[in-house]
């Protein structure tokens, strides 16, 4: 079958370039795409000895799905991923395949094991190529089962894999009519929303890590993009929107707005804010405000958990002030109040969160720029575009500015991070914990 044929070169083209990955370790991977150099920097694809061992993969990957409440529905309300895959060895050294005759008790995956010649199937690309399958339901190689391998690759942590997996497809022409952009957002979104879901607080960071290195790589290919065509072809122009942060009232308002402000500078917004503290308004462009809206849902959620957490652990309750005793007439210690300790935390996370999205940011686009290094040819630049693409956006909010009768300059509220030391360094640690982008979901 022709779409087959096709699959199976792109995956070859997609193995062919974890093998390049795999022979130069921490250098990043440059792919030519129509006329830009991208550049990768895509995750260790695990190694197999036999096939016993890629039972052992086999069986975390299914059950890092289960943990993760990733669904794979069979159409019949059968989840797919909580069906066990039983790995056997192949006699023939040709192929790896997929059995389906003993579902829905099992799935059978038949790997040619090192002895009969079985080395090239003993890798993730290979063995995940037939999880494939058992997840997708389908036998073919349609666009079911090619949208199942890049979630698959999701939803294990690997999205620079799922990226590149996507390029090779589309680049022997399948898929091309799949947006990148709502591919890229649907992956920054399941990268958050696994972030949301462990409990392992450095596995939590290295997703958000993740989720902003992709969305900076995401805004460097639409910044070429957007320079390299003509005004006609030019698919998205600054626009603003408006996103409520809370109702009247609410408590710790200025610190969520705090947080907004850092994830929006990081990844090239503008902002303009209630007085209220209730709302902003950012500017920029429709894709960048895409991702900084799923960025701040999930980070604000992981902001307020873990102050919780600190307050409930009474450590903050080492943090003293002196308040005066007016029955015993005189000074005494007592531990500051609890509202002080939550605003002094989610000060020093939101900070320091913020830090740490601008360092993503600025890895990834000086590893984009380098890459421009390789391409002299290059009709643009991509740091050209990305200077072209910020002074679009100043110019825009400037216009706005008169237009939406923005005045003046946000400046907070009362600091509270003198009058709490400890929970300021709680929060710090509670946003640094993590060795970013270094943690793998899935281990070989």
């Known amino acids: 079958m022709p779409e087959t044929r096709d699959v199976y070169a792109a995956e070859d083209l997609f193995a062919s370039w974890l093998d390049e990955a795999s022979r130069r370790p921490g250098e990043p991977l440059r792919i030519q795409v129509g006329g830009t150099q991208q550049a990768f920097e895509p995750e260790t694809e695990p190694r197999f000895t036999d096939p016993g061992h890629v039972q052992e993969f086999v069986d975390r990957v299914l059950a890092h799905l289960l943990a993760a409440e990733s669904r794979y529905d069979d159409g019949a309300g059968l989840d797919l991923a909580g069906v066990p895959v039983a790995v056997r060895a192949r006699r023939g050294h040709r192929q790896a395949h997929y059995e389906r005759d003993e579902l829905p008790l099992r799935g059978?995956?038949?790997?040619?094991?090192?002895?009969?010649?079985?080395?090239?199937?003993?890798?993730?690309?290979?063995?995940?190529?037939?999880?494939?399958?058992?997840?997708s339901g389908g036998a073919?190689?349609?666009?079911?089962?090619?949208?199942?391998?890049?979630?698959?690759?999701?939803?294990?942590?690997?999205?620079?894999l799922a990226d590149l997996?996507?390029?090779?497809?589309?680049?022997?022409?399948?898929?091309t009519g799949v947006d990148d952009e709502d591919r890229t957002l649907l992956r920054i979104g399941r990268l958050l929303r696994q972030a949301e879901r462990t409990s392992n607080t450095a596995e939590r960071d290295a997703f958000f890590s993740k989720a902003q290195a992709l969305a900076t790589r995401h805004q460097i290919a639409l910044?070429?993009?957007?320079?390299?065509?003509?005004?006609?072809?030019r698919r998205e122009d600054p626009s603003w929107e408006t996103v409520l942060i809370g109702e009247t009232g609410k408590?710790?308002?200025?610190?969520?707005?705090?947080l907004m402000l850092g994830i929006a500078q990081a990844n090239d917004l503008r902002v303009a804010i209630y007085t209220s503290n209730t709302r902003v308004t950012l500017y920029g462009f429709p894709s960048d405000i895409s991702i900084v809206k799923a960025l701040y849902a999930s980070l604000v959620t992981q902001m307020v958990t873990d102050g919780d957490t600190h307050l409930r652990s009474g450590a903050h309750k080492s943090d003293t002030r002196e308040v005066w005793n007016a029955r015993r007439r005189r000074w005494e210690l007592q531990p500051v109040h609890g509202s002080t300790a939550r605003a002094a935390f989610y000060e020093a996370w939101a900070d320091h969160v913020g830090e740490r999205l601008k360092t993503a940011r600025e890895l990834a686009r000086a590893a984009a720029i380098k890459a421009d290094v390789d391409a002299p040819a290059a009709s643009t630049s991509t740091e050209?575009?990305?200077?072209?693409?910020?002074?679009?956006?100043?110019?825009?909010?400037k216009l706005m500015q008169r237009d939406h009768g923005i005045r003046g300059t946000w400046k907070g509220t009362a600091s509270a991070v003198h009058a709490a030391p400890?929970?300021?360094?709680?929060?710090?640690?509670?946003?640094?914990?993590?060795?970013l982008g270094t943690e793998r979901a899935i281990r070989s």
């Open 108 to 135: 059978v995956m038949a790997i040619p094991p090192r002895e009969v010649g079985g080395a090239w199937s003993l890798r993730a690309a290979v063995v995940l190529h037939e999880v494939a399958h058992h997840l």
């Open 223 to 233: 910044a070429v993009a957007r320079a390299t065509a003509s005004v006609e072809e």
């Open 251 to 258: 408590r710790s308002l200025a610190r969520y707005v705090r």
């Open 384 to 397: 050209l575009a990305l200077r072209a693409k910020e002074v679009e956006v100043v110019d825009y909010f």
């Open 140 to 160: 073919g190689h349609d666009k079911t089962f090619r949208t199942t391998f890049l979630r698959l690759l999701e939803d294990i942590g690997m999205p620079v």
């Open 165 to 175: 997996l996507h390029t090779a497809y589309r680049l022997n022409g399948l898929d």
């Open 422 to 435: 400890g929970s300021r360094d709680a929060g710090i640690k509670a946003a640094a914990r993590a060795r």
